[in-house]
């Protein structure tokens, strides 16, 4: 099951070069993934606050494939691709609205579950687990 | 006793308009706030960490001069207005080099002493009401 | 008329002291003016790229109340101050719903009209100082 | 040869869990990959704006592998694994000071040599091919 959410590019989020920022981008993957855990019933406030246990990077691969520019809308897209015993690999991918079916950038990045009291790795809790077992796409 | 510090104006600092972005001039004069700290025996995250002070802003204000570009070097002048009880009034300064006696921007920001465990305001310690007072502009 | 937008607080617009980070601030404020254009029938990237009009800043001030947070939405309210020959002062109002009444921030934005080929400022077209003059807040 | 720069952490530049938000690392490369130029005779404005060449990223990849927090100096070590017809590979790591041996992060990033005029891939200029081959990393 696809996550979706849409996500304003900015008139700041341009460099020099009239097009998005290239580490921006990387900040978009994880405005999607609060929008992911905050739209379907697990702000990651809550998480962070007052269940201390976060979900920092470990890991991330992007390719950028088509300029993006101030004043469009980027229909960012989540999966899950693996859940490990700690870690977990998101894909997002960003869309043009006059390219539905060619991503604009897509990133892979592996998170791992923290517990934000120690800042130790712990295996990911099991309402998440079952969350995260949810978004993953299917390799078969 | 006028502070100096220089900062570099970076490619993703400019924005659609091939300028700087004008939020990001406010993140210049915090980065001079901390040089003016860290460079003066009074490293910024010792206060924070450590001695739990800190010093969020309550007001700010800023006058953009000239545009402000990439590649150039922003000569930052950090001096101090005001001293209060709380509150501590501080002028930020930058130049380009080609323009050396007029700023090209010039933001006053009054800041308040915290206690960063209880996030409530406090008088302003005494080494730091010193050391803040150095840097008083004199008025007569 | 005031124009209302919403803006949601990012994990990554907080800052060492877990608060919303100042200059940020006013990208909040540069985003409630894009959405004041954009979703007004005048988008700003039309203005940018095709009319080749803009509007930087010129002075911005801004009160900063109470500390905002990660997980928060920011009820935005945009008005319009005073229309001048060329330039416009906007105020940009930030609200958190659990205190409607009270804004978290308040700031005051000089912007000049500007002609984006040859960078110079130029008098108001008469279509945006219509537009404009609808949201002038009235003094008596 | 190696190219080093140091950049310092700083107070904005950490998110919500008290460490550098991840996607600033990307803004770290890229202001290590503006030193690479701007120290060693090839402003990159110059050649952005004069020559009209620019290298936007085609492809990032970046591990991270400890905590980098606010008041820390990042050592950055730049250095190029590919030089192809219109790409290179340029590799980012960044030490603190404390672990000399270990990277907190290191990243590969693929650019692509652009026509700023008329954003279109192009070989990379003789100059540039020469300046960026001297920094290659020896495979044997």
Redesign the interface.
Known sequence: MTFRTTL?V???D??????V???????Y???AF?DFF?RQGF????A??EEKV?W?????????RR?V???QDLGMEVDILRVGEKSVTFRHRGYLEREPDAPAFEAEIVVVTMD?ST?RSIPIPDKYRAFFERHLVDAG
């Open positions: 304003r900015r008139f700041g341009e460099d020099h070069a009239q097009m920022y290239y580490p921006r981008f990387l900040h993957c994880h405005q609060e905050d702000p990651y406030w809550v962070l606050r976060g920092p990077a470990a890991h991330a691969e992007i390719d950028y300029p520019r101030f004043g934000m800042h």
